[in-house]
């Protein structure tokens, strides 16, 4: 979506450089910089910009304001054997979302499956991420998180649900982790600001306005529809519920209605955002090498599969694996917006300006 | 949906009766007849009239001709300590699926969660049925499935998944559970025939022609669109692979696409289907007390809001369990086909026909 906009591109070592001296100007600890360096990079890297570089400003808004704790003790509880609840003591979404991962990855490598609720925490980004750091680990990686209300529930008139997201990634030998990462509306809330911002109409069924009516007006929107539209809501809608459930009931966390806003004049009060975390252990079921020769198949069968006119038929993650290929090797862009924001970011912290290549 | 062709209402005890009678004529054994009256008979008290009563010729058609096993030997191994793999031995997928989440809820009830991945199965009907099994013990419950190919990739030109269900549910203390039940396809295959008979146009966005074009006409449908439609598609699509991975690829099946046809001419040949099933005990993460206040928190809230026009705003599962109250006391209603289908089986099989109230 950038690259209409780009203005530059930098080195990816040059923009963690940046990345890790602004968040230890607020404060942030050494895992806390490490956790939003890796979830950030990743999802820029992928070409997922919505939850790239771009929100770094917003996070150290959230440090500056106190709402986010910049220095957070964990506290993982592990109830049964499989299972636990991590208290993330208001850290940024990233720390408590990789250091839940971890543990439910280490129950699972011993118990087949392991599963851990989040309280406690806030925004962690590129859903993707923490279930492709269990892939990373030879599990399968499942995560939701709950969010503050941007989406219709179906027959609804305001916004309920958040974009409650859910991603699935599976690892594969000899290549790169299959990853699935969805909001349960159709579209991102950004998009309908970059759609207004080029007095563009939306596509149908995918946004509505104050009195819960379709709408294809960017200025008119009040709130998002869930995947399925006006019509088939009820599904996108129950995927965000599912979500909703994991993340806040099984944290014991409020739901996502009742959130604060993710941006909002209130900076100060943690906002309890919750997650939750799931990590599946192929040789819990059966052996690994039939596992991979069965996982294997069905990605060959997928990609073989032929497409419509033009279209190339990807699974899920090809498409922000090649971006990742392309930009590692020339570059992560930044729009005029990105780019104006890290040169204020630069000047106010006294970092180093980031480097054009 | 089935209200308008209504001719005749039976009582529940009597649609049981028929059903073991009927399935008993075919060699099933007891643990099999249970585990489809169950099934069958709770998606027709819910309305869910497509995977209900209509769909008792067809096992018997499958029970007939070999292809389902009507005394199965299954074997569960529990691999891990909390997860195993059951080979239901092409049992009808219903016995599968009821004995998969109860070896799901009791690994949960000890380890926090459970989970299991069923091999050499068959179709298993509403998948709703077994995530409200595990809620049913105070667990909360998730399962998915593959089937034969109905369903395009996003810009696939064929059919590639099937419908591959997910369901989810819930326990809700003092009330019915929540049940959510989706297709990852918009609308089923059957709602294509039913458009059909009737000469009626179909929504946009749901189904293909045999290029992967979108068509509204019946006629021409030659696979479903993935829930999304032609543009937001890769939700529905990646959802689809979800259930298969977890299916399939756990089990060490083949995935759906290699799947023969649910209805076709061999009834011989045993088809494999496989589906994953998940328990979750919510004593595993938090007092339960506290989570079922959470979820009864959630629930309040999301019934209270307000919806467009005169529309109600309902949770997954509150229309199913006022059609199953009424249907209870009013009887469970046969359409035409279903009439007359079940007044041949009764006449060619010998059973005493279904008595109207």
Same mark, same amino acid.
């Given at each position: 979506?950038?690259?209409?906009?780009?203005?530059?591109?930098?080195?990816?070592?040059?923009?963690?450089?940046?990345?890790?001296?602004?968040?230890?100007?607020?404060?942030?600890?050494?895992?806390?910089?490490?956790?939003?360096?890796?979830?950030?990079?990743?999802?820029?890297?992928?070409?997922?910009?919505?939850?790239?570089?771009?929100?770094?400003?917003?996070?150290?808004?959230?440090?500056?304001?106190?709402?986010?704790?910049?220095?957070?003790?964990?506290?993982?509880?592990?109830?049964?054997?499989?299972?636990?609840?991590?208290?993330?003591?208001?850290?940024?979404?990233?720390?408590?979302?990789?250091?839940?991962?971890?543990?439910?990855?280490?129950?699972?490598?011993?118990?087949?499956?392991?599963?851990?609720?989040?309280?406690?925490?806030?925004?962690?980004?590129?859903?993707?991420?923490?279930?492709?750091?269990?892939?990373?680990?030879?599990?399968?990686?499942?995560?939701?998180?709950?969010?503050?209300?941007?989406?219709?529930?179906?027959?609804?008139?305001?916004?309920?649900?958040?974009?409650?997201?859910?991603?699935?990634?599976?690892?594969?030998?000899?290549?790169?982790?299959?990853?699935?990462?969805?909001?349960?509306?159709?579209?991102?809330?950004?998009?309908?600001?970059?759609?207004?911002?080029?007095?563009?109409?939306?596509?149908?069924?995918?946004?509505?306005?104050?009195?819960?009516?379709?709408?294809?007006?960017?200025?008119?929107?009040?709130?998002?529809?869930?995947?399925?539209?006006?019509?088939?809501?009820?599904?996108?809608?129950?995927?965000?519920?599912?979500? $909703?459930?994991?993340?806040?009931? %099984?944290?014991?966390? @409020?739901?996502?209605? /009742?959130?604060? #806003?993710? !941006?909002? *004049?209130?900076?100060?009060?943690?906002?309890?955002?919750?997650?939750?975390?799931?990590?599946?252990?192929?040789?819990?079921?059966?052996?690994? $090498?039939?596992?991979?020769?069965? %996982?294997?198949?069905? @990605?060959?069968?997928? /990609?073989?599969? #032929?497409? !419509?006119? *033009?279209?190339?038929?990807?699974?899920?993650?090809?498409?922000?694996?090649?971006?990742?290929?392309?930009?590692?090797?020339?570059?992560?862009?930044?729009?005029?917006?990105?780019?104006?924001?890290?040169?204020?970011?630069?000047? /106010?912290?006294?970092?180093?300006?980031?480097?054009?290549?």
């Amino acid at each position: 979506m950038t690259d209409a906009y780009t203005t530059i591109r930098v080195a990816r070592h040059d923009l963690e450089r940046f990345m890790d001296a602004a968040l230890a100007q607020r404060g942030a600890d050494d895992a806390s910089r490490d956790a939003v360096i890796r979830a950030l990079v990743t999802a820029s890297r992928w070409g997922t910009d919505s939850h790239g570089l771009r929100l770094l400003p917003h996070y150290l808004e959230e440090l500056a304001g106190g709402r986010i704790n910049p220095r957070p003790q964990l506290r993982f509880t592990r109830r049964l054997p499989a299972t636990g609840q991590l208290d993330a003591d208001h850290a940024i979404g990233h720390l408590a979302g990789y250091t839940a991962m971890a543990h439910a990855v280490e129950m699972a490598r011993e118990m087949g499956i392991g599963a851990v609720a989040v309280a406690n925490s806030s925004h962690y980004g590129a859903a993707g991420c923490y279930a492709l750091a269990a892939a990373e680990q030879g599990m399968l990686g499942l995560t939701v998180s709950n969010s503050d209300p941007f989406v219709l529930l179906h027959h609804g008139e305001r916004a309920f649900h958040g974009t409650n997201p859910i991603a699935f990634a599976a690892p594969v030998v000899g290549g790169n982790p299959y990853v699935f990462d969805m909001a349960t509306s159709s579209i991102p809330w950004n998009r309908v600001q970059q759609y207004g911002a080029i007095g563009r109409q939306l596509p149908d069924q995918v946004a509505a306005n104050a009195a819960g009516g379709v709408t294809r007006t960017p200025g008119e929107v009040a709130a998002l529809l869930p995947l399925g539209g006006s019509e088939f809501g009820f599904k996108g809608a129950g995927l965000g519920g599912l979500a $909703e459930i994991l993340s806040s009931t %099984l944290s014991g966390m @409020l739901n996502g209605f /009742r959130l604060l #806003p993710m !941006v909002g *004049d209130d900076m100060a009060t943690p906002r309890g955002v919750s997650h939750f975390f799931l990590a599946i252990n192929p040789a819990g079921f059966i052996d690994l $090498e039939h596992f991979q020769q069965r %996982l294997g198949d069905y @990605l060959a069968d997928l /990609r073989s599969q #032929p497409g !419509v006119a *033009d279209a190339e038929v990807l699974a899920p993650g090809d498409r922000e694996w090649r971006c990742m290929a392309q930009r590692d090797a020339e570059g992560i862009p930044l729009d005029t917006a990105n780019r104006e924001a890290y040169a204020e970011l630069a000047e /106010r912290l006294g970092i180093g300006a980031l480097t054009p290549l």
